[in-house]
Nanobody, 126 residues
Framework: VQLQASGGGLVQAGGSLRLSCAASGRTFSSYALGWFRQAPGKEREFVAGIRRRIGATYYAESVKGRFTISTDNAKNTVYLQMDSLKPEDTAVYYC????????????????????WGQGTQVTVSS
């Protein structure tokens, strides 16, 4: 199972980016998919997640109303549409997949996810 994240870059505050995470292997039998981010000197934090069977989506309070997670099963890809970007959104963004149905962990928990992409840098200038 491999996850390949892309779409990061430099954008001005108020702008938009769309991150993509292409999966190969068994990933799209995954139970949940998530996006996390990590800024320099900070811990990795949850951004958005989706439960595959029911299609329920979840967001961190800091991005709610600005970011949207979605999937394209035909392309084995999960997206993160990021609008109204702020300088505090600057971080390396990672996609992740829960393959084993780690249901006893919250969708916001790093430990829930079995596979991770390599990360893509997002920089928002003020």
């Amino acid at each position: 199972v491999q996850l390949q994240a892309s779409g990061g870059g430099l954008v001005q505050a108020g702008g938009s980016l769309r991150l993509s995470c292409a999966a190969s292997g068994r990933t799209f039998s995954s139970y949940a998919l998530g996006w996390f981010r990590q800024a320099p000197g900070k811990e990795r934090e949850f951004v958005a997640g989706i439960r595959r069977r029911i299609g329920a989506t979840y967001y961190a309070e800091s991005v709610k109303g600005r970011f949207t997670i979605s999937t394209d099963n035909a392309k084995n890809t999960v997206y993160l549409q990021m609008d109204s970007l702020k300088p505090e959104d600057t971080a390396v963004y990672y996609c992740a997949a829960d393959i084993r149905n780690n249901y006893h962990y919250s969708i916001t928990d790093v430990i829930k996810y079995d596979y991770w992409g390599q990360g893509t840098q997002v920089t928002v200038s003020s």
